[in-house]
């Protein structure tokens, strides 16, 4: 889900049950578990409390947050709405049942919840960040930045609030590179920390390298999908000796029941596997130093599962981040950022703190080996209408971007839309967009709006669509690449942060491997206006698209996005010069 964590809380619930009773014996026992993780102790606790005394609504709280964490978050919703039964004006059960409920999404249930917390108590600070998260997974991006920009006036030293501010930023339509650079520099000098000087690492300089990977998402996410084929390959290359030995500190949370073939893939192509599911950033730094990380690689920034505290005290001599957030993170401990020459072009270096390597491209994909390949066009089989579609996230969907696509459906008033996102599977979140496209006159006959999927089904469903539109200023990524990959090009319009030039990254590669296909004018646009007249021409001479969708999957193939053996040995390549590079200035 987009933005950080959900913030549950357990404010007061750590004081002591007072007397000699055997509840307050119970009850604190399960405490103390849970505050020196063991939550597997705790909840066995808290639950022995609950037989015995089932209207404890401070138990019902502690067993609910425990199961939050665990993810399971069916279960926790039992027993937070069990304390509010037996405590309805406690403040802190409704924000951690309204948390649970944006996770679940059910946010305009969570809404609700959480408008009431904030309204009761406005310095509290956690509802106020899940306030934030609420609105911002249910397309309310002013609304989110201001509850965000909120909690960090009134919190200054939360630094989840601010994590959660600069994700939101990101997709500000108003915000430039360099208010988002400053935004970023704002989080450094309030957190940064003293940095090592000299670290105990083997310093040979052709030993095998141990680069360690940060991140929550080593899973069935979108994320992985860049990452994967880089950081599985270090191991998964046969026939060498790996130059590099991979170590993955992992907060992805294993549900009960839960079965991930990507999350098992990764467990099966990495030389050293770390649990780091409940551990402190503290409690890993702890960890790669055992292990004398040389290079450690961050893969989530400030988005959910990040680590800021762990880079800003730096327990590697390099730090780089790269692949699963884009525009980085501007802090004084990380040294790298990977880009590419069409994402981060010498020209716009100076918006990122970091030294920017440019690999042969800025992410790697990894397709789903499920993904067959769609060669027919629907528009051949519609009476000619072309229908637009996008797959990408609401929080993407900003104000400019609407009134964009609601002029390409005026001027070609037999085209349709194709909205698919999981927030669309709620009636309320359905008829929110319907309205938002009713202001700008465009009748919701003309839109198809379709939620969550089985990733399958999500994939089978470019078969539909003729041209994708991308969102801006946040252009989509493994959408777009997954769109291409199915044989639906993307009109995009690129502007100067990464985000913005995704797709016209990938349409570099594409007219690398196949220039009798204009790519880059059919499809990329640098005005609002250019974006429009771009898919009006489509619509004007629709036989453009056939061609370029049986020919897509093969120039995707062909690509360096897809050649996964050379984009790990160049990844290779760029960590022994790192690394060189730091001996060099030890010397």
Not at 276 to 292: F, N, P, R, T
Request: charged share 20%; glycine share 6%; aromatic share 10%.
């Amino acid at each position: 889900s987009p933005g950080f964590e959900m913030s549950i809380s357990t404010e007061h619930e750590g004081l002591p049950e007072t007397g000699t009773s055997e509840l307050a014996q119970l009850y604190n026992t399960g405490v103390f578990l849970a505050k020196k993780n063991d939550p597997e102790g705790a909840l066995k606790t808290f639950k022995m409390v609950l037989k015995r005394y089932p209207g404890h609504c401070r138990t019902q709280n502690w067993a609910g947050v425990l199961l939050a964490q665990k993810g399971e978050h069916e279960q926790a919703a039992k027993y937070f709405k069990e304390a509010i039964r037996c405590d309805n004006e406690n403040m802190m059960y409704l924000n951690n049942y309204g948390a649970l409920l944006v996770v679940l999404g059910k946010r305009y249930e969570a809404v609700d919840i959480l408008e009431r917390v904030v309204a009761a108590r406005p310095d509290y600070i956690e509802a106020l960040e899940n306030y934030g998260l609420c609105k911002l997974q249910m397309g309310r991006l002013d609304e989110a930045l201001a509850c965000y920009t909120q909690s960090v006036s009134r919190s200054p030293q939360s630094m989840r609030g601010w994590c959660n501010l600069i994700f939101a930023k990101d997709f500000d339509p108003n915000a430039t590179a360099q208010e988002v650079l400053a935004l970023r520099r704002g989080f450094n000098e309030r957190f940064k920390q003293p940095l090592p000087t000299s670290w105990p690492n083997d310093r040979d300089p052709d030993r095998p390298l141990r680069v360690g990977y940060v991140s929550g998402d080593f899973c069935m996410h979108s994320a992985a999908f860049c990452f994967g084929a880089p950081v599985m390959g270090h191991k998964g290359i046969p026939n060498r000796v790996a130059p590099v030995h991979s170590y993955i500190y992992s907060s992805t949370p294993i549900k009960v029941g839960w079965v991930d073939d990507i999350h098992d893939k990764f467990k099966a192509f990495t030389h050293v596997w770390r649990d780091c599911v409940g551990k402190s950033d503290l409690e890993v730094l702890k960890m790669v130093q055992a292990d004398q990380i040389d290079i450690l690689v961050d893969l989530s920034a400030y988005s959910r599962y990040g680590r800021p505290e762990l880079f800003m005290r730096k327990p590697a001599p390099i730090q780089v981040t790269a692949w699963g957030h884009a525009q980085g993170t501007a802090w004084d401990a990380m040294d790298y950022m990977f880009g590419d020459e069409w994402t981060i072009p010498n020209a716009f270096k100076s918006f990122y703190h970091e030294t920017i390597v440019q690999l042969p491209s800025v992410i790697s994909f990894a397709p789903a080996e499920y993904a067959s390949p769609m060669p027919e066009c629907p528009f051949t089989m519609n009476g000619g209408i072309i229908r637009f579609a996008s797959f990408n996230r609401l929080i993407k969907m900003t104000p400019p971007t609407l009134d964009t696509w609601a002029r390409i459906l005026h001027a070609a008033p037999q085209t349709h839309l194709v909205l698919k996102e999981s927030s669309l599977q709620d009636l309320q979140t359905q008829a929110w967009v319907k309205a938002e496209f009713q202001k700008r006159g465009i009748d919701d006959g003309r839109l198809t709006l379709t939620g969550q999927t089985i990733h399958v089904e999500h994939l089978y469903g470019f078969a539909e669509v003729d041209l994708a539109l991308d969102p801006f200023p946040h252009g989509g990524g493994v959408t777009a690449l997954e769109g291409l990959y199915m044989g639906v090009p993307v009109v995009t319009l690129a502007g100067d942060r990464l985000q913005e030039r995704l797709a016209y990254s990938f349409y570099n590669q594409l007219a690398a491997v196949a220039p009798d296909i204009p790519w880059l004018d059919l499809f990329v646009a640098w005005t609002q206006d250019e974006y429009v007249a771009k898919a009006l021409h489509i619509v004007a001479n629709p036989d453009i698209l056939l061609d370029i969708r049986r020919r897509l999957r093969l120039c995707m193939e062909n690509t360096a996005l897809l050649d996964h053996t050379g984009y790990t040995e160049v990844v290779e390549a760029v960590y022994r010069h790192m690394w060189k590079r730091y001996l060099a200035k030890e010397a």
